[in-house]
């Protein structure tokens, strides 16, 4: 009888195997094709599925994690929530040692997935004892059985994207795919795609994504780590205020930033145009592609691949709130046609 139903035995088999889907009206005034490939198709909603699920397989494989052990990292954000749902289903424990500022909803739902969430002071440095760094090192220290997954200085958050966004893309354009675009945080995502990609076809332009305030576009023209680059900043997940080792910078041709107001229109105009609910960074990479088409980066023959990283019901207390942009000022430069569209 088993055989005959059609089912999945758990969600770990939908991680992946996200679909392209084309850009139409946003990019009606730019030469090229565009296509999206929308991660928020992950069961958890968001790319960071991928390296959740690689790396602690890759743990299995090498015979560090048994069931009942404990994985533990230092997020609030996406890859915690795809951490403790693969814990959920692989019989593991999920410890998440989050920052104070972290929203009550992202800790709820972290906790609603089984994870044990560790809140440490966010206003103390990295080298502080309470920091969420120095608490996930020593719970790591004290947990028998226990990984660290450390994503920014992780080299199999690379492979994770090498062995599948990468080769998906290929597959999915039939070798046709002209530039790749994606925001970079960790950067595994990126590095590892570019590496598959520019290992089928060298030529393949690396379009990189980074935020005013941060550090990487800075790095990877000069190789030199700039503090002066970093200030606070809206974007979540995108741009860092130091240099991970999960990014690949020689893979990547060129960064772009992105400003906070562009992107989170951008973010909401990807929503109205094309239908697709998506989160604050790939309202970035679009911005992104804006500029990169201003600058002549594309022609009718270039087929553009774009990273979605996330889903927009994310991001519903921010860049979707009306009074959350209002409190930004992102509506200030609007001109007063469109504010009388906007409703408060
Ligand atoms: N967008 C969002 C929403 C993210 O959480 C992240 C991860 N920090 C990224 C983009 C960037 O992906 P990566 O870490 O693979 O560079």
């Given at each position: 009888m088993k055989e005959d139903i059609?089912?999945?035995?758990?969600?770990?088999?939908?991680?992946?195997?996200?679909?392209?889907?084309r850009l139409n009206k946003i990019t009606e005034s730019l030469p090229g094709n565009f296509y999206a490939k929308v991660e928020?198709?992950?069961?958890?909603?968001?790319?960071?599925?991928?390296?959740?699920?690689?790396?602690?397989?890759?743990?299995?494989?090498?015979?560090?994690l048994t069931p009942g052990d404990t994985i533990i990292e230092t997020t609030s954000g996406n890859t915690g929530f795809s951490l403790a749902m693969?814990?959920?289903?692989?019989?593991?424990?999920?410890?998440?040692?989050?920052?104070?500022k972290s929203?009550?909803?992202?800790?709820?739902?972290?906790?609603?997935?089984?994870?044990?969430?560790?809140?440490?002071?966010?206003?103390?440095?990295?080298?502080?004892?309470?920091?969420?760094?120095?608490v996930a090192k020593r719970l790591h220290e004290e947990t028998k059985g226990s990984i660290y997954i450390n994503q920014y200085f992780n080299q199999l958050n690379i492979d994770a994207h090498y062995k599948s966004t990468g080769p998906e893309i290929w597959e999915q354009t039939n070798g046709k795919i002209t530039h790749l675009i994606a925001c970079s945080g960790t950067g595994g995502t990126i590095s590892g795609a570019a590496k598959f990609l520019k290992e089928q076809n060298p030529n393949i332009?690396?379009?990189?994504v980074d935020a005013f305030g941060s550090v990487l576009k800075k790095y990877h023209e000069t190789k030199e780590f700039d503090a002066e680059e970093i200030y606070p900043y809206r974007i979540e997940g995108l741009g860092k205020n130091l240099i991970?080792?999960?990014?690949?910078?020689?893979?990547?041709?060129?960064?772009?930033?992105?400003?906070?107001?562009?992107?989170?229109?951008?973010?909401?105009?990807?929503?109205?145009?094309?239908?697709?609910f998506v989160?604050?960074?790939?309202?970035?990479?679009?911005?992104?592609?804006?500029?990169?088409a201003e600058e002549g980066e594309f022609n009718e023959n270039s087929n553009v691949i774009a990273i979605f990283p996330d889903h927009g019901s994310r991001y519903m207390s921010k860049v979707y709130s009306d009074d959350w942009m209002n409190e930004q000022g992102f509506f200030d430069s609007v001109n007063a046609e469109e504010v009388q569209k906007i409703e408060f």
């Open positions: 059609k089912a999945h035995d758990n969600v770990l088999s939908l991680i992946g195997n996200t679909p392209l889907i928020a198709f992950n069961p958890g909603h968001s790319t960071k599925d991928r390296i959740a699920l690689y790396i602690i397989e890759e743990a299995e494989r090498q015979g560090i693969v814990s959920i289903i692989k019989g593991y424990s999920c410890i998440l040692a989050v920052s104070s929203s009550k909803d992202k800790i709820d739902m972290l906790r609603s997935l089984g994870a044990k969430v560790y809140v440490c002071p966010a206003h103390v440095s990295a080298d502080d004892e309470r920091s969420y760094y120095n332009r690396i379009l990189g991970p080792t999960a990014t690949d910078f020689d893979s990547i041709d060129h960064f772009m930033k992105v400003t906070d107001e562009e992107s989170a229109h951008t973010t909401r105009e990807i929503a109205k145009k094309e239908g697709l989160g604050y960074t790939s309202g970035a990479v679009m911005q992104a592609i804006k500029q990169y």
